[in-house]
Every structure is written in structure tokens, then in C-alpha cells.
């Protein structure tokens, strides 16, 4: 894994399967990719998901779409029909970015948003209410999630968006849970960084999209000095 990196962001959305007329064409998904290869990028960070549902046929969390069809959308049908047709060529939407990203000399990370609940109960999300990574059933879905994308996809590693909320994921605690869920929250960061390291633990590596000041993470939640300090994640 490189130690330097120049690190670009695709956001899976606006600018690739929302705007691309099924059935995808092979050039077509691997444009994120082949629109910065031989520039100075090196790591290819993909967005995952958007809180609501995940852009690859996941085993353990919800398909993005899966619970708002039929679409009243153009962008979503595009979406979910992008995938879909490179599924039913046997193709995985993810597995062709990873292996076109390897195939241009790009290391991947998939960007997961962690204030996600896919279709868990909807009264766990902070946003009607619920206590969100309070409780246990929540973090065991993100984590879960982070599982499957390191041991069932060829990933190079994975940034934990904690900076995603809260416009594009929800809060992970209530504040009245702040200062309790705070420690709570590097106990799990801690327990998925040890297991996805143990499968590959000469090579994989855990990076953290997080706020620019110390202050703001602090108020959702988020250590992000122990976090640096344990090398809990590799980069920020």
C-alpha cells in the first residue's frame, strides 16, 4: 500500500450511474476510473453507498433502490438499471471498478458512509428519533458491511466516512449521547480495524474522511486523536 498517495473520490452518483442510459456499456463503467488514469492519481476512492442503500449487490446490507420501486426518479431507474444490467451479464458493479482501477495501476478504496441503515428498523435512525450507534444491531451492520467489502472484493483498503452527516448520512448518536456514544464509537472503530487488518495484514490498510477541526468530530462523536494516536486508522 502506498504511504503517499494522491487520492481521488468518485461518488458512484451524478456524474456516473446517474447519468448513463442502461444497459451499461463495458467503457461506460469503467469511466470513473479511465477519465484519471496517467494523471497523478494513484488511489481510486469510491463511494459505496449514500446512506440508503449500497451500489453493489451486496449480501449483507440493502441494494440501493431495492425499497423504492417502482422509481419516481429518471436518475434512480438509471441507477438501479445501470447495475442491473451489468448483472445480468454476470458482472459485478464494484468488481469491474476494483479490477479496471488495478488494470491502470490505481490502488481502490471503497468510501463507506457510516450513517447508514440500509433496511435495519428505521426507528434506530437518528433521523426519526432512534439512537443509532447506541445500538449494538447498527454497529453491527456498518460493520458487517466493511467486512464484506474487504473480504469478498479485491479492495486495497477502506476510508470510514464519518464526515458524511448531516446532510449525506445521518447523525450517529442523538446529542444527549454524544459524550457516552463517544467512546462507544472508538471501542467499534477499534474492533473493525482489528478484523480487517487480520485478513490481510500485511497490505490493508483503513483510512478516515473526518472533519477539518477537532472540535466539530468531538460534537458527533468522533475521536479522531485516539484514533491517530492507537493507529486505529492509517491516513485522515
Known amino acids: 500500500m502506498r504511504r503517499k498517495r494522491t487520492i481521488y473520490f468518485n461518488d458512484a452518483r451524478h456524474y456516473y450511474l446517474f447519468v448513463f442510459e442502461p444497459p451499461m456499456s463495458l467503457e461506460d ?6 477519465e484519471v488514469a496517467g494523471t497523478s492519481v494513484d488511489t481510486f476512492s469510491y463511494g459505496v453507498e449514500r446512506g440508503d442503500g449500497l ?7 440493502m441494494r440501493f433502490g431495492a425499497d423504492i420501486q417502482p422509481f419516481e426518479q ?7 438499471h445501470n447495475m442491473q444490467s ?20 490505481m ?26 450507534f447506541m445500538i449494538q444491531e447498527v454497529r453491527d451492520h456498518v460493520a458487517a458491511v466493511l467486512d464484506e467489502l474487504a473480504t469478498d472484493y479485491d479492495t486495497d483498503g477502506v476510508e470510514l466516512d464519518f464526515a458524511a452527516p448531516p446532510g449525506g448520512a445521518s447523525l450517529y448518536f442523538q446529542e444527549q449521547d454524544v459524550k457516552a456514544g463517544t467512546p462507544i464509537m ?14 490481510r495484514p500485511d497490505s490493508f490498510q483503513i483510512g478516515a474522511r473526518v472533519y477539518p477541526t477537532e472540535e466539530i468530530n468531538l460534537s458527533v462523536g468522533v475521536d479522531v486523536r485516539t484514533m491517530l494516536k492507537e493507529r486505529l486508522v492509517d491516513f485522515v
Open 74 to 80: 429518471a436518475a434512480y431507474w438509471r441507477l438501479w
Open 107 to 132: 490502488e481502490f478504496l471503497a468510501s463507506l458512509r457510516l450513517g447508514c441503515y440500509g433496511d435495519m428498523n428505521p426507528a434506530h435512525n437518528t433521523r426519526t428519533g432512534g439512537r443509532g
Open 55 to 61: 451500489f453493489y449487490p451486496s449480501k449483507v446490507g
Open 186 to 199: 472508538t471501542d467499534w472503530t477499534r474492533e473493525v480495524a482489528a478484523k480487517l487488518r487480520a485478513h
Open 86 to 105: 451489468l448483472i445480468d451479464r454476470g458482472l459485478d458493479p464494484l468488481a469491474v471498478l476494483i479490477n479496471r482501477a488495478h488494470e491502470k495501476d
Open 29 to 34: 463503467a469503467w469511466r470513473p476510473v479511465d
